[in-house]
């Protein structure tokens, strides 16, 4: 049974910086994407950052610069580095898994975690 678990979430101040992992068993030796979303109170889950299995990334706007994306490939972990963190940073983060190509349609992931909160405070 594939699953993706992530850890790492956290409080932090302006500016501050949290690294979000991401676990990923099952998913076998196929090429997948995997990626970040978030979602804030009262706001849709929107695509943070994606990792192809060419390791080509993408990054939402709101991010570019502050957040990275990475993977560890041989324990399968995903990674998130974000620096320079706001207070429209704060959401719970989740990490996402699909078969195939990249997506930034939260609808074409088949894996999801239960998500990691991320609470950034002035």
């Known amino acids: 049974q594939a699953q993706v678990v992530e850890s790492g979430g956290g409080s932090v101040q302006v500016g501050g910086s949290l690294r979000l992992s991401c676990a990923a068993s099952?998913?076998?030796?196929?090429?997948?994407?995997m990626g970040w979303f978030r979602q804030a109170p009262g706001k849709e889950r929107e695509g943070v950052a994606i990792?192809?299995?060419?390791?080509?990334?993408s990054y939402a706007e709101s991010v570019k610069g502050r957040f990275t994306i990475s993977k560890e490939n041989a324990k399968n972990i995903l990674y998130l580095q974000m620096n320079n963190l706001s207070p429209e940073d704060t959401a719970m983060y989740y990490c996402?898994?699909?078969?195939?190509?990249?997506?930034?349609?939260?609808?074409?992931?088949?894996?999801w975690g239960q998500g990691t909160q991320v609470t950034v405070s002035s």
């Open positions: 099952g998913l076998g030796a196929s090429g997948y994407c």
């Open positions: 996402a898994a699909r078969l195939g190509g990249c997506s930034w349609r939260r609808e074409e992931y088949n894996y």
């Open positions: 990792l192809a299995r060419g390791g080509i990334t």
